[in-house]
């Protein structure tokens, strides 16, 4: 796994996006944490600046520490993190996304993304699986909050290789 | 061969996962200790593999502050055979929840991932993103368990040791584990 780019938000965002992403890896991983402007906002990302309403096929598992929820959509973007988007300016949400096979131009692409926040007996935690109906090869990523800023945070992304033993 | 990469420190080749740390134990421990960790990476990452001798939880502690549990929270989605349930722990240093989560004998050892996000940082708490598989041959409410959960340390302390606890028993000899850093910029 190596390193491609780093962002943080300082100051409240609407977003950030990771463009000229290189095609020589096989999955990349997007590690972040953040605060959104209002609690309870959630987080997506969208590819090569597609962010049509129906573009994205989204399924989650949500887990509230006293019930399950679990649900399907389409949406406007592939979801990183669910309504926790932060709880205070020292108490951030974190998530840990894997976009797989973002370069083959043979396949739709797909994610997941397990992702939460706990704030001593009002927390959440998310997985969720996502879906792209394109087969273009991945080139720029935007992470977005879905119905306000964030506040801080910061996004890392991350390549990750083939096989150095098997060449594959 | 070596459980690990050799790494020099300064290969920048190495990519963003760096080994730190890895045990191997050759006794039974209740629990086990990462210290002294380097604070030049932007996450950590924890891979544990193996059994303890009751099934039970794991609790983790920071800092040695092993007396507080006051400042931990976790919430937990688990999933077993019988069913599936979400679990609130207030005021609790759990990492995972009720007792079906752990290993069972040489044979079936359990696995648990710890993410730990911007764990030196004095500016946030420090939040815990985690793994666990714990599965036994036979379908049986009793054979096992998959779950995730988030956590909390409601502290802004940097991170300096991370100590691994059996609930309530012990890690058993051949319990494997590791610590890798995450590089992030200019790391």
Do not use: C
């Amino acid at each position: 796994m190596y390193l491609i780019a780093s962002q943080t938000i300082n100051t409240t965002a609407s977003g950030l996006t990771f463009s000229n992403i290189p095609q020589n890896f096989t999955h990349l991983q997007i590690r972040g944490f953040m605060q959104g402007s209002q609690f309870g906002n959630s987080t997506y990302m969208y590819f090569n600046s597609d962010n049509g309403s129906t573009s994205y096929y989204v399924h989650a598992i949500n887990a509230t520490g006293s019930a399950i929820n679990i649900n399907g959509y389409t949406i406007s973007g592939a979801q990183l993190m669910g309504y926790s988007n932060g709880y205070s300016a020292i108490h951030p949400s974190v998530f840990i996304a894997d976009i797989f096979d973002y370069s083959n131009t043979n396949k739709n692409k797909t994610s997941k993304s397990l992702s939460g926040g706990d704030y001593n007996g009002t927390g959440e935690l998310t997985y969720f699986g996502a879906s792209w109906a394109n087969t273009s090869a991945i080139q720029q990523i935007t992470v977005f909050g879905n119905g306000g800023n964030f506040s801080y945070g910061t996004f890392q992304l991350y390549g990750i290789a083939s096989s150095t033993v098997t060449g594959q | 061969m070596s459980p690990l990469p050799i790494f020099s420190g300064t290969n920048s080749n190495h990519g963003a996962v760096v080994p730190i740390s890895y045990q191997k134990l050759t006794s039974s421990s209740s629990s086990v200790v990462f210290s002294n960790i380097p604070q030049n990476y932007q996450d950590l990452w924890i891979m544990v593999v193996g059994t303890q001798s009751n099934v039970n939880r794991i609790n983790i502690n920071f800092n040695g502050d092993t007396g507080n549990t006051s400042l931990y929270s976790t919430t937990v989605l688990s999933a077993f055979s019988g069913g599936y349930s979400s679990y609130a722990y207030t005021n609790s240093n759990y990492i995972f929840g009720g007792g079906l989560t752990n290993g069972w004998d040489s044979f079936y050892t359990a696995s648990a991932e710890i993410n730990i996000l911007n764990y030196t940082t004095p500016s946030y708490y420090k939040n815990l993103i985690s793994r666990f598989a714990g599965d036994k041959s036979s379908l049986n409410v009793n054979n096992g368990s998959t779950e995730a959960s988030i956590g909390t340390w409601r502290s802004r302390s940097p991170i300096t040791s991370v100590s691994i606890i059996s609930g309530s028993g012990s890690w058993q000899p051949g319990t494997t584990l590791e610590l890798y850093g995450i590089r992030g910029q200019g790391q």
